[in-house]
């Protein structure tokens, strides 16, 4: 495995854009901070989150270029004291590795085309310096031509939320729903980059299956109390501070990033794993890589990939991902602080439980893949065991028609304050059964 160096360089650069202030803990805040102040996602709060913001990326390109320009030239471009000369000229290949940073179009077109694509564009030659004998670009002449043409990216996470398409759930229950913003770019964006924003989702059932989501870059924010389904194949997901709340995703053929939650459930089969800054969050996972323990987590807990939908391994084979290997109990602690010695743990067995998707959908995945570790199918099969001794017992029991009902309205009471006191009952009573006749509730 290798990765181009000079990207590699650029992509080290870039990680300052969320570098945290000194001078702030100077004035009696915390630094660093744990939990930094979220925005809202219209760009009204002057501490945006910098990772959702666009505007910030394009004034963090624009203040930095000529450093990252730099950081690309040939040793022998620089000078003395390692910055450019007047005369330097910027390679081919670094113009390339720029592109890591930096897309475009002509005139406005949807069609979207790398940087070294553009830059080699005849027309651009004028204002770029590229020279045919050297095969190079005059240093002093990109930079401008790049300021010049640089904007914020239109099919970014600012113009989906501002400008994008709202989307239709068929399973979408009454809730607080005047502050949840749920969008897609599909229908603006180039077919390879779709892109499904969630935010601010709260107290409600969404479930969803359909073309829409299939290859997204999905990003879900601040979502509380909730239940997510995106039951279709899917190219990443990131999920950023939220809490109480359980995400149901379909294969991610690249990377899941997890940051900055609190008490979630993510089940899912993916590529990559990533965590940083979660606390008590539960990972149903089936991945071929080591999950990957970043720095800031508490009482992380792992355990076997655990459900199914019709659909599931056709989804699976889209996507590239099989049964095996799977790494869900080998994560990796990337970043160990002190203190980092019980940071994550396998669930226990007797913690287990199955998870059922409860919609109808068309498929032939009947189970979940590759079935169960035998220390967690055991701990299921002694619960069905005790299921069918209680049920043996009570048909047994002899008891009259009057102790029958009497028996049923006491049985039914304690299943009643057991769903109140574990949160279920927000569960059920968020999913609105679907209407006759219709076999896709999810789509």
């Not at 059922?356 to 169960?372: A, Q, R």
Request: charged share 20%.
């Amino acid at each position: 495995l290798s990765v181009d160096t000079l990207q590699f360089l650029l992509f080290l650069y870039v990680q300052q854009v969320n570098k945290v202030s000194l001078r702030r803990s100077l004035i009696g805040e915390e630094w660093p901070s744990p939990r930094t102040k979220s925005p809202s996602l219209t760009g009204k709060s002057a501490s945006e989150n910098k990772n959702w913001n666009d505007q910030d990326h394009l004034t963090f390109v624009q203040s930095h270029l000529s450093d990252m320009l730099e950081l690309l030239l040939e040793p022998e471009q620089l000078t003395a004291s390692f910055h450019s000369a007047h005369g330097s000229s910027v390679s081919y290949e670094a113009v390339c590795a720029l592109g890591f940073l930096i897309e475009g179009s002509v005139n406005k077109s949807r069609t979207v085309h790398p940087l070294h694509e553009l830059a080699l564009w005849q027309p651009c030659h004028g204002q770029n310096g590229y020279s045919e004998i050297s095969k190079a670009f005059s240093f002093p002449k990109l930079e401008s031509w790049l300021r010049s043409c640089l904007t914020t990216n239109p099919f970014g996470m600012t113009a989906c939320l501002k400008a994008g398409k709202k989307l239709a759930w068929a399973q979408q229950v009454e809730g607080t729903t005047r502050r949840a913003k749920i969008a897609c770019n599909t229908h603006v964006v180039p077919e390879v980059f779709p892109m499904v924003i969630m935010s601010q989702v709260y107290k409600q059932t969404l479930a969803k299956s359909s073309d829409t989501l299939v290859g997204a870059h999905v990003r879900i924010h601040r979502c509380n109390e909730s239940f997510i389904y995106l039951l279709s194949p899917l190219r990443s997901v990131t999920i950023e501070k939220c809490r109480n709340s359980t995400f149901v995703l379909g294969p991610v053929q690249a990377s899941v990033h997890v940051h900055s939650c609190d008490n979630v459930r993510v089940i899912v089969v993916c590529h990559r794993l990533s965590l940083s800054s979660t606390t008590g969050c539960t990972f149903y996972i089936l991945t071929p890589t080591q999950p990957l323990i970043l720095s800031g987590n508490q009482a992380v807990s792992f355990a076997p990939f655990h459900t199914h939908y019709p659909m599931l391994e056709d989804h699976m084979a889209q996507v590239g991902l099989a049964t095996l290997p799977n790494y869900w109990d080998s994560p990796m602690l990337v970043c160990k602080e002190s203190g980092d010695a019980s940071v994550s743990r396998l669930l226990p067995p007797s913690d287990f439980y199955t998870f059922v998707i409860p919609f109808e959908m068309e498929g032939d995945t009947t189970e979940t893949p590759g079935g169960l570790p035998h220390a967690y199918q055991k701990a299921l099969s002694q619960r069905e065991q005790k299921v069918q001794i209680w049920q043996k017992t009570v048909k047994e029991a002899g008891l009259t028609k009057d102790q029958r009902k009497q028996f049923q309205i006491l049985v039914e009471k304690k299943f009643y304050d057991w769903l109140v006191q574990t949160g279920n009952r927000q569960q059920l009573d968020s999913l609105v059964p679907p209407a006759v006749g219709s076999k896709q509730a999810a789509g």
